[in-house]
């Protein structure tokens, strides 16, 4: 056994997790993207620290908070932040939300790359914007890459923006340094802004290697890196996150819609800006135990899933499982009842093709499966899923 006990069952029910919501008490839940292990040590003791303090009055990040985040982009990715350029956020969603108002107005093209996370589908169409959607193509191995040409058509059209995933949900891609390459030459040469979700990109397992957009030549104007601790040290309902933005003016505009929407950069909640500046200056080791950990959960789920008809692919970065079930053929109605019959919940393919998520009954292609758990319950998982599925073994 390692430092840290990714063993350890923790009941998450009583603190209302998101992910049990409306769930059957059978179920195991494999929707929601987090973790379901202890934070590392050194979080928990920051944070009891903090409340030692015994006032919890407003607090701004002071330069050791900033240089932990400056720090850790540094060490784990190669990416030099320059402190002026770095703001903190109240978490990703919302500040990818922000980035997007900053840089367009009502009526103004926004691209986005589907499959995709169905609030990141959302948030391309708020506030009046246009949405443009292209998809990944997948070849018959179940691999993923950008359609570029596409995506060149978009760009042609006016798209002003594009909202990307990287590393990316619920593929499982990192994309190449050869990908993301293209990818900036499209932008540059139709001058279109990027906004980069990278909350997966701590999670990044051997042999692949995160390339920062931003990092890229000619890229740093011209686009806004979003990341954060929260997948990576499961502080999701920390809501604490981080954005890089060279351009000035650009900054200052996000800076400007973040406060329209309620939120002050700068100025964390105490208790979550405690929690990722230990997790930053502390975590490297519990990060590495953890991706080992990860590695050998997403073996024993690709181990139970073999020659059965569902078809997966060994995810590059993060926890979740992109589950081909094409050929089982079945509609929404048909999966959730397999999926509960195994006794879990996942998310069904739809999800992350539309956000009209609520009355969608046809056909599914993909369920996702997060696998972030102790080995015992997702061991108990997925034999329940592959007895099921070898009963619609032809
Ligand atoms: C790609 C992606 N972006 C954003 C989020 C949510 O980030 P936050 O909770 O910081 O808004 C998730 C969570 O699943 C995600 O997968």
């Known amino acids: 056994m390692g430092v840290y006990d990714f063993d350890r069952v923790i009941d998450r029910r009583p603190f209302s997790a998101c992910k049990y919501i409306g769930l059957d008490k059978s179920l195991i839940a494999m929707n929601v993207a987090d973790m379901d ?47 002026e350029e770095l703001i903190s956020t109240p978490g990703v969603l919302n500040t990818m939300r922000c980035s997007m108002y900053a840089l367009t107005e009502p009526g103004d093209k926004v691209a986005v790359v589907l499959p995709l996370h169905t609030p990141s589908i959302r948030s391309a169409a708020m506030q009046g914007r246009i949405r443009c959607i292209s998809w990944l193509k997948c070849d018959k191995n179940g691999d993923y890459t950008f359609d570029f040409e596409d995506l060149e058509r978009h760009f042609q059209d006016g798209c002003k923006v594009l909202m990307l995933c990287s590393p990316h949900n619920p593929t499982g891609r990192v994309w190449r340094q050869n990908e993301m390459e293209k990818l900036a030459e499209l ?32 890229m740093r104007e011209r ?12 502080l999701g309902g920390c809501h604490i996150g981080s954005a890089v933005i060279a351009n000035a003016e650009v900054r200052s505009k996000v800076r400007d819609k973040l406060y329209e929407f309620g939120h002050e950069c700068g100025r964390p909640p105490v ?28 073996d024993l789920t690709m181990e139970y899933l073999a020659d059965l008809p569902v078809k997966v692919r060994r995810p590059e ?78």
Not at 194 to 215: F, K, Q, T, W
Not at 223 to 234: A, D, Y
């Open 317 to 394: 970065a993060s926890f979740l499982l992109w589950v081909d079930c094409r050929e089982l053929d079945l509609n929404t109605a048909e999966l959730n009842d397999l999926l509960s019959r195994a006794g879990i919940a996942a998310d069904p393919g739809h999800y992350y093709d539309t956000d009209q998520i609520h009355n969608y009954t046809g056909k599914q292609h993909h369920f996702r499966l997060a696998v972030a758990m102790p080995r015992s319950i997702l061991e108990k998982a997925m034999k329940n899923l592959r007895n099921i599925l070898e009963t619609y073994k032809k």
């Open 187 to 218: 932008l540059k040469k139709y001058n279109v802004f990027a906004i980069s979700d990278e909350i997966h990109r701590d999670l990044i397992y051997p042999g692949h290697r995160h390339s920062v957009l931003a990092d890229l030549p000619d």
């Open 37 to 83: 292990f202890a934070v590392p040590p050194e979080i928990t003791e920051a944070m009891h620290r903090r409340i030692n303090c015994t006032n919890y009055g407003y607090t701004i990040m002071s330069d050791e908070d900033y240089q932990a985040v400056i720090d850790w982009s540094y060490k784990r990715h190669g990416s030099k932040i320059l402190r």
């Open 223 to 234: 686009c806004i890196t979003v990341f954060s601790g929260s997948k990576t040290f499961n």
């Open 271 to 298: 208790f979550s800006l405690a929690a990722q500046t230990a997790a930053y200056q502390h975590g490297e080791a519990y990060l590495e135990e953890l991706l080992v950990y990860l590695q050998k959960n997403i």
